[in-house]
């Protein structure tokens, strides 16, 4: 690994030549870039139960536990990746390296100079990335790669995909989780990189981004499940993944074509690593006295040896978690002089504030991060059950007009085209009201929208609670509890609850996406966004747990339960309502959280002349 003196000389360079790059210039390409990337990867598993089940003649419980361990492995490679791009190979070349594309196969062939290992690393990885969207892509326009159809007769004629057939599969998944690993915690970080923080005017329009990047993935992820499934069941699966395999090829166009206005800054080093050293720095002066009004003048500052990690500005020292200023405190043997130059700290026995204050703002993002785990939790639950829900009811689109029935599954366009609703409504029309009361550019804090997410998000499972109660109420008077339908019951009664849950996304999910980014250490942003990927797979593994504590908390002795297959015979009314409630404790803890939130003080290093008088600018952050 590099010097620090000679990462901060790098740092010095990005630093100087990021005033002529970045800026919403960049952002054509970055959205663009987005929006193919996700109706690529959410085209490509949108209806991938189907594939598995009717082409691959996988069974049921096979189909789904091979994506949920798909999932799975999705879930957990964005923590890897994240590392990799704040710690060695940096954003945009880890974003390279997840893209699938057929160019980064002739790129492989290269040859690149000395001393660009980390760009060799990514190309080739980009390699292998995109041999796994394309496998499947070939192996579903390829007989050869898929078991015989049918015969006449049933389940019981079809053959299974013979073992290398799956392990095509097997592969193709695996090499398409790396992907996600690198893509997934990278984008929203490089897309904040192109703003300057130092100054106020690009400060303002990163805030924008986050709402902006957010109606993309919307956008996208609704053409995804609606014009690119048609073409899966209807036109075929050779077309059906080819045409996400060449929206990943549209998806790094976009991005490479961007590649000299990009603001692109070099990786410092572990994060991890200087947390520790922080950590074990703190314990082994345990016994040393610290007040907690410690004079902050007394503790280690070192400007040259953070400036590879404190690009914009430097942070300053909370009187919060006092125990860690112990690392900063200077003791014998902390210092060794060089023969030939000036005392450098031992990082195992000696940090500066910046790093102690480093780890203190991981640790203060913690409550507020856990927190969306349970909203997360919230929404899984009423996808799976309210999808349950609409295959019980008439869902013609125009009852007594037409025969044309909604697909079940196809009822989450109602969520996500509220999403884009509010998202839209909320940067052209909220945010500027919301400006004038509080004088904030972005209107309102993002703990506060987060605040409002949660609500929702509690309000939409109270909704769908009364919505199944009076569900259950049709199909007992129709008589058809037992064949579990309510035929004389619209599907449109589901509307408001998804809808609800849209609206909770667009207040949430983009806030914590902009708490986590804003309030972590500068240098650890992707591993931030990475942090906010893995609040989403641990509320769905929550809500795995969740069901199957119901299942045993509310099991009779008849074998009856509140949550069976039919739900007619259960209590699925029940069941919301208890996610209700523990949202509602949620919501609770949250607000106490959020008042206790301590925001990370900065120090920016640039000057804003035109609106500091040309005095270095400390931002608090809390009013942010």
Request: aromatic residues 12%; glycine residues 8%.
């Amino acid at each position: 690994m590099r010097s620090t003196e000679e990462a901060a000389r790098a740092m010095e360079e990005t630093k100087k030549n990021g005033r002529k790059k970045g800026g919403l210039r960049t952002m054509p390409f970055i959205f663009a870039n987005e929006v193919a990337e996700k109706l690529a990867v959410v085209g490509f598993q949108s209806n991938m139960l189907t594939y598995l089940t009717q082409q691959l003649h996988l069974p049921l419980a096979k189909a789904a536990t091979t994506l949920t361990n798909f999932g799975g492995t999705s879930a957990g490679t964005p923590l890897i990746g994240a590392f990799h791009a704040d710690a060695y190979v940096g954003r945009f070349w880890t974003i390279a390296a997840a893209l699938i594309v057929r160019v980064c196969s002739s790129l492989s062939s290269i040859h690149l100079r000395a001393g660009k290992k980390t760009k060799c690393i990514s190309i080739s990885v980009c390699v292998y990335v995109w041999q796994g969207m394309a496998l499947l892509t070939l192996s579903a326009a390829l007989p050869q790669f898929r078991p015989p159809p049918c015969k006449p007769g049933g389940a019981a004629s079809c053959q299974e995909a013979a073992p290398w057939q799956l392990a095509v599969l097997y592969v193709s998944l695996l090499l398409n989780a790396v992907g996600a690993g690198g893509y997934r915690p990278c984008m929203v970080a490089f897309g904040g990189d192109q703003f300057d923080e130092s100054r106020a005017a690009e400060r303002a329009r990163s805030w924008g981004f986050f709402n902006w990047y957010y109606f993309g993935n919307g956008a996208s992820m609704l053409l995804a499940v609606t014009a690119v499934v048609y073409v899966q069941d209807n036109v075929g699966w050779g077309w059906g993944l080819g045409v996400p395999t060449a929206c990943m090829g549209v998806s790094v166009a976009a991005f490479v074509a961007g590649y000299p206005m990009y603001r692109r800054f070099e990786p410092p080093g572990s994060p991890f690593t200087r947390l520790a050293q922080v950590v074990v720095a703190a314990f082994r002066k345990r016994r040393v006295p610290v007040s907690a009004d410690v004079d902050a003048a007394r503790l280690y500052e070192n400007d040259d040896m953070d400036k590879p990690i404190s690009i914009y500005g430097k942070l300053l020292h909370t009187d919060q978690l006092s125990f860690f200023d112990r690392a900063a405190v200077v003791t014998d043997g902390d210092l060794v002089t060089p023969t030939d130059g000036e005392p450098i700290p031992n990082p195992w026995r000696l940090s500066t504030v910046h790093r102690v204050e480093e780890l203190k703002s991981v640790i203060r993002t913690g409550p507020i991060w856990a927190a969306g785990i349970l909203v997360v939790t919230a929404s899984s639950n009423q996808g799976t059950f309210s999808l349950q829900q609409a295959s019980t009811m008439d869902r013609r689109l125009f009852p007594g007009l037409s025969s044309f029935q909604i697909p079940a599954g196809s009822m989450t366009v109602f969520s996500l085209l509220a999403m884009l609703v509010t998202l839209f409504f909320y940067d052209r029309a909220l945010v500027p009201l919301m400006r004038r009361r509080t004088g904030l550019d972005r209107g309102i804090t993002y703990l506060q929208r987060m605040g409002v997410g949660f609500a929702v998000c509690a309000a939409s499972t109270l909704v769908a609670g009364f919505v199944e109660s009076r569900r259950r109420d049709a199909a007992a008077a129709a008589g058809t509890t037992d064949v579990g339908t309510a035929p004389t019951m619209s599907a449109y009664w589901l509307v408001p609850q998804y809808a609800l849950q849209g609206v909770a996304e667009a207040f949430n999910s983009v806030g914590h996406l902009e708490f986590m980014y804003d309030q972590s250490p500068e240098s650890m942003r992707s591993t931030a966004t990475a942090l906010f990927w893995l609040s989403i797979s641990l509320g769905s593994y929550a809500s795995t747990a969740l069901v199957a504590a119901v299942h045993r908390w509310s099991a009779g002795a008849d074998g009856s339960n509140w949550l069976p297959d039919n739900i007619n015979h259960g209590r699925l009314d029940y069941f919301y309502w208890v996610v209700t409630m523990l949202q509602v404790l949620n919501l609770v803890y949250y607000i106490i959280c959020a008042k206790r939130f301590t925001f990370k003080p900065v120090q920016f290093h640039k000057k804003e002349e035109e609106e500091e008088g040309g005095k270095s600018l400390v931002e608090l952050q809390e009013k942010v």
